[in-house]
């Protein structure tokens, strides 16, 4: 059997296609009879796969992100993959399952994750060693390096100890890591201004206060800089190759127990997930082993 099919989503960088190239010329290698065209989509993602889908030609598997995958499943525009979820050739239990619930639809599965954002915690190792301080594994660490950082560095290009996004993503980092959560289990009430959110936000605001932590606004032109470098060439995790031109930085990875800072989400998987899913209109004949390699 032979089969062309054609692949779409968003590049976030060169990084992130050059890995996607790799897997599907390595898919094609032990499958030699399905032959990928791989067209990333470059500006304007949805609405042009939108198009697509509604001119009847959108690509056979192709990017979705949770946060508009209900009006697509709802639209009828998807195919469903409940039968290949059935089939022993396929166990969708390797899949973390809050991420694989993220493309359920009234109960059918739509896609398979391909990857979620993460949340780290990053520091300039030439400007902790002079403050003579380690990457901090607590919050009162977190706030100890802070205020040493302030009081230590000599580097006339440093402006404040951290900076941070006005996006409120921290916050979500340690609300869960405190044990707090955003919504009720089943999703009916909204519960985040409990103890756990509240000790949270404070922490934070207590850090902007005592002039630890400062958003890209407060630094001029600098922060206009760090704004622009962080949306064009912030690599996501799958292209952590790119963090190597960012000199004397390193990614701190810090356990999620409850005595010390979050970095990684525990419950983050409710935001940024991806996935590859199929467009009926362009039924794709081997699609779970392509998308089981480019997951």
Known sequence: MNADITLSGWAANNEESALVKELVASFEET????????????????????????????PDAFYVDSS???????????????ELEASEEYNTDDFFQPLLEAFRFDGTLYGVPKDFSTLGLFHNTAMLEEASVEP???????????????DNVSNENFKAPMIEFANARSWWAFL??????????????VVFASDAGVEALEYLVGLRE??????????GSAGTALRSRA????PPCWARGAFRSWKDTRIIRISTTKSTLHIFRSRAMDRKRLSLTRS??????RPTVLRQRVS
Request: aromatic fraction near 8%; proline fraction near 7%.
């Open 31 to 58: 499958h030699s009879a399905i032959s990928v065209d791989y067209n990333p989509i470059q500006s304007k993602y949805k609405q042009k796969i939108k198009t697509q889908l509604g001119a009847g030609n959108a």
């Open 68 to 82: 508009y995958f209900p009006s697509f499943a709802s639209a009828n525009v998807l195919l469903s993959m409940d």
């Open 136 to 150: 901090p594994e607590t919050w009162s660490d977190l706030e100890d390096v802070l205020s040493a950082l302030k």
């Open 176 to 189: 869960f890591q405190n044990g707090g959560q955003v919504l009720s289990d089943d999703g009916s009430e």
């Open 210 to 219: 005592d002039g630890l932590l400062a958003l890209p606004t407060d630094l």
């Open 231 to 234: 949306k064009k060439s912030q």
């Open 280 to 285: 009926p209109t362009a039924p794709l004949r």
